[in-house]
Each structure stands twice: as C-alpha cells, then as structure tokens.
C-alpha cells in the first residue's frame, strides 16, 4: 500500500489550501485525492465562464434536493464542482469575509479559536489584494483579491445612490473596517483570470515533490483501525485503490460530500447506517445534520439606460467583450455578474446587518434564472436586484439512502422552517420594491417584468417568494462544529469527534452560516486548519 503522511479528500476550495499548506516544508507527504479532473478549460479560467459549467456534469455533480414544501414543493438544483479547485472552479467569486458577529457567534457557540481576532490573521494570509497590505488585508499572500469599482457596470453607482436614499451608508470594502452598508462587491480573480484556490495555492505546490495530486479518484471509504482513521479507499479508472496515512486523512470534500464519506465510512446516525447494511463505528447523528444555506429572490426590472444585457446579448457586443478580454483582460468578461449589492440592516431593531442585496445589471426574465445564461441576458435593457437573509435559522438534513459511493445523497434544505426565516423572506421581498422606488432607481425603471405590480399583498408576495426563491449555493454546516459530540461533528480542532487521525476541514464544518457569500470563509477555515495540523504534527497530537 502506498503509504502517505497526510491524505485530503477532495481537491476543492479548502483542499488545495490544504495541499499547499501541508506540503510547504517538504517534510510530509502529501496526497490530494479528487474525484473530477482538470480545471484547465476556457469556461474554467474566464471568469464570465461560470454561466457555462453551472450544467455541465463533466465539471460539476450536479445535485437536486428533494421537493421543498416551503417552496411549494419545489425541488432546487444545486450545482457543486467536481474538479480541480472544486466549487471555487464553477463560482461567481464574490469575495466576502462576512461579519465580526459570524465568527464571534462560532467561539461563542463553545469553539475557542475561531472569533473574530482569531480568525482575521488567516483571512490576511490568504490574501494578496489590490488594496495592499493593512491591517485588514494581506499583500503577496497566495490569493488575489480585486476590487473593481473603477471597472464595474456604471448603473452599480445608481444602485449605490439608491440604497444612499434608503439611508443605508456607503462602503468602500465589505472587508475592511466598515461591512456594512452598500457598494461593490470585490472578486476573486488574478490578471482577469479565475484565481481560485486551484491556481492560487494548488498549481504553485505541485512543483513540490513531495504533493501528489491524483485526479478522477473518488474516496469511497475511509479505512480504519479500531477508531483511529489509517487511510482512503478509491476507485480510479475502475480500479479500487487503496493507500495508507501516517499521520492523518483530511476530508475536504464540501458540505454534501463530506458528510457523505462520513456516512459511508461508517460515522453517522448508526440506524440510518445499518438500515443500509453499514457496520457503524461511531453513532455520530450530528453527520448530515444541521445543513444550513443561502435562500434568495430576484426582482427583474425594465430599464431607460443600457445594462449588461446590451453588450452581452447581440453578437456584435459579444464580440467586442471579447476583443477587449483578449486586449487587456478586462470588460464584462473578466468579471462576474453579481458586481454591488450590501450588508444592511432590514429593521431599525436589527442588531447588525441582516440581509445581502445583490444588484447585478443583467436579467434573465425569458430563462429562469436558474439556467444561469449569462451571455444569452434578455434582449433589452434590464437589470434585477435580488435578497438573501444573512442568517437563516431554518437548518436541513443530508443522508445517504444506499452503501453505493455513486448515489446521490438525500439533500432536504428545510428552507423557510422558522417564523423568522419567513418573516425575512417577507420583509427582503418590500425591501426590494422600495430600493426600486427610490429616486435613482425609479428615474431608469421603465416597469417591473417579474414578479410584476400586480402582486402587492403579504400573502402574494410570500406567495411569490416560495415560487422562485432559490439557493445561491452556498450549503454550509453538514459536519458542524462544536463541543459536544451528540450535537456536531468536529471539535475546534476540527478533529472528528471519537476518531483519531481524521479532520473535516471545509465549508461543512461552519457552525452556523455565515453572513455573506461562502468561499472566503471557507479558505479561512482551510488556513487555519492547516496550521493547526501542523501544529499538532509538531507536538505529536492525533
Ligand atoms: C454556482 C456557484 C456559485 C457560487 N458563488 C460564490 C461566490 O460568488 N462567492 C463565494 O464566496 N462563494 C460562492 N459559492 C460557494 C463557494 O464556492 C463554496 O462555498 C466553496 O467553494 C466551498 O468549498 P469546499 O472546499 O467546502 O467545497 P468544494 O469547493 O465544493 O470542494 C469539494 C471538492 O471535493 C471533491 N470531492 C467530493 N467528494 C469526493 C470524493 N468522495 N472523492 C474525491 N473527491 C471528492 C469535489 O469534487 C470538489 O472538488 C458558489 C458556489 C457555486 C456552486
């Protein structure tokens, strides 16, 4: 058996954090196991491109949750990456640290480590941002950050103007001293290139030799010995493999695969598993509970001035993007769709903020928006203004329903399970008419396409909300952190409670959600873990 220092699972945003990180001294050896393959492909690295691989199974799993009966029975597609950089390879890159509150909320809920303070370090590190280096940004760390309000869509500043008019403030970086207010969203691209985490730390480490990378292999069980994880079983090109850890295996598959592993490898409610005929190890009900998301509802509206649908749609305006992408990887291309929008508080009792706005200059009123057909918008001008609550309360489930790796998962989000989640959907819902209705918004809005005037009451408009509403992909919580096993996965160690050698490090680990858009949390996650790893190594823990 080929034998490894450390094994991580899943070559996704955390994973190649991991990789990186793990392998940077030389002295461990390192296998990073993914299940997709080469991240190198045009609609990969173009930063618009993400409209094409959101259904493109060769890329991406492609999961569909079971019928919502909040959303009217309803069942939400979520796409999730299946190669190399993972979902940060098929994502907007929205790059949104969220709030204090988030990760004081994390320690508070019983994780020492992981408040605000201790966690801004590795959000620096990470990063390498064209604000420089500060006390709230890092410089010449492995991913860049760009700021792109010179370059935004010009109708971002009217959308500015009009949360002004609501009152909310300004901000000039979400990230910075101020998360609050309206502006414009900071992404996740290097020379107008994707820079997930696949180019940003992974391709760097592989020069290492001490990092293998094995690509088109999927974990299939994690191996033990008594309760000590010691290695990874996969199939790769229909063979079974298997290899072995020394140290420790990392599971770093995302908040629907990894507690997927989890369950298949025998952690996990031991009824559900042994229904399947799954010896369980550990009686680990916490695995695939507590799954939280992002739930969110756009407003499309017609417009008096140009938006992104004008250069996107007629063969000529795509042709220019194009141009300009080659000339000087600039232009729409080079940037995603969601470019400004706000953190603000959606009553004057809110403690902190409360709701993420999106303006984005672009509609797609003749597809749902769900089909994702960013260079195919509407073929006029229009632009729509979208809402998610920062912090659902509702919390969903994730099961396997058979012993087979190649099965789906049972996903059940649970949306709009609490009064409080339906009374935001409620109030983001007249929130949005009313930014509309603000002077700068009304001046250019020539008519709202969807859902239109003619819905007004609470019970038409919730009624809308539960019709279209839909995730922004951003699942979270499936292996929860916390102290007490009964009730969540890892310890603050990120060590899977009851098992020696094995961590969950991703997304999946949140304790709860975070205010904003997932990625950057989850790279922070990814960092800190990787130091304690290595922390631990050097005390002889695990
Ligand atoms: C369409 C879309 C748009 C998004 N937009 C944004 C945005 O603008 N900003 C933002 O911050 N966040 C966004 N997100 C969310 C963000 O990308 C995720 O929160 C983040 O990538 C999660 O990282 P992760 O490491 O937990 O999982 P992933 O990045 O999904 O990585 C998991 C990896 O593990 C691999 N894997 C899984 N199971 C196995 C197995 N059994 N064997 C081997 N390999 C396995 C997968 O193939 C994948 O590569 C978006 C996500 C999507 C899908």
């Keep these: 058996m080929d034998m490894f220092d450390y094994i991580i699972v899943g070559a996704g945003t955390a994973g190649c954090v991991l990789a990186n990180r793990l392998s940077a001294d030389g002295s461990a050896r390192v296998l990073l196991i993914e299940a997709g393959g080469s991240d190198r492909t045009l609609w990969i690295q173009l930063p618009i491109g993400y409209g094409r691989t959101f259904f493109d199974r060769r890329v991406n799993w492609m999961y569909d949750t079971e019928a919502e009966p909040a959303l009217h029975g309803r069942k939400s597609y979520w796409p999730r990456g299946k190669v190399i950089g993972g979902s940060g390879s098929i994502n907007a890159m929205v790059h949104v640290r969220g709030q204090r509150g988030d990760y004081d909320d994390w320690a508070a809920a019983g994780n020492p480590g992981w408040a605000w303070d201790d966690v801004l370090p590795f959000f620096i590190r990470s990063e390498d941002h064209d604000h420089g280096a500060s006390q709230w940004h890092g410089a010449g760390g492995p991913q860049h950050v760009t700021d792109i309000s010179r370059v935004a869509h010009p109708l971002c500043r009217r959308f500015i103007a009009a949360g002004e008019a609501m009152g909310y403030p300004f901000t000039a970086d979400f990230n910075g001293p101020q998360a609050e207010g309206v502006g414009i969203y900071q992404i996740n691209t290097r020379k107008g290139r994707r820079a997930s ?22 974990a299939t069980r994690i191996l033990f010995e008594g309760r000590r994880a010691i290695g990874v079983e996969y199939h790769r090109r229909g063979a079974t493999v298997t290899v072995g850890a020394r140290r420790e295996v990392i599971v770093a598959g995302g908040s629907i695969n990894s507690p997927q592993l989890l369950q298949l490898s025998g952690i996990g409610d031991a009824a559900l598993l042994h229904s399947l005929g799954i010896p369980p190890l550990i009686d680990a009900r916490a695995v695939g509970a507590n799954l939280q998301d992002h739930l969110a509802v756009s407003y499309f509206y017609r417009s008096s001035l140009p938006t992104l649908n004008d250069e996107l749609r007629p063969l000529v305006g795509k042709i220019r993007a194009a141009l300009r992408y ?22 004057a009792t809110s403690g902190r903020p409360d709701m993420q706005l999106y303006f984005s200059p672009v509609s797609y009123t003749r597809s749902p928006l769900s089909e994702r057909r960013l260079l195919n918008p509407d073929p006029f001008s229009a632009f729509l203004l979208s809402f998610n609550g920062c912090r659902p309360t509702s919390r969903g489930t994730l099961a396997i329903v058979s012993p087979d790796p190649r099965s789906p998962p049972s996903i059940r989000p649970n949306y709009l399970s609490t009064e409080y989640d339906i009374g935001q959907a409620l109030a983001g819902s007249r929130l949005l008419r009313t930014l509309a209705a603000t002077a700068p918004m009304a001046e250019i809005i020539t008519d709202e396409l969807v859902p239109g005037r003619h819905l007004q009451t609470d019970a038409e408009l919730l009624d809308d909300f539960r019709a279209r509403a839909d995730t922004v992909y951003h699942p979270t919580s499936s292996c929860m952190m916390g102290p007490d096993p009964a009730t969540s996965v890892v310890d603050a160690r990120l060590r899977v409670h009851g098992i020696a050698g094995l961590r969950v490090a991703d997304a999946s680990i949140f304790p709860n959600i975070t205010s904003g858009n997932t990625n950057a949390p989850t790279v922070m996650v990814a960092e800190k873990a990787a130091a304690m790893i290595l922390d631990d190594a050097r005390f002889g823990q695990q």
């Design 197 to 218: 985490t696949a180019n940003a730390y992974l391709r760097p480490a592989l020069q290492r030799g001490n990092l293998v990378l094995r690509t088109h292999a999927h």
């Design 326 to 347: 080659l000339f000087d990887r600039g232009g729409p291309l080079s940037m995603s769709v969601n470019q400004s929008g706000g953190f603000i508080r959606s009553t």
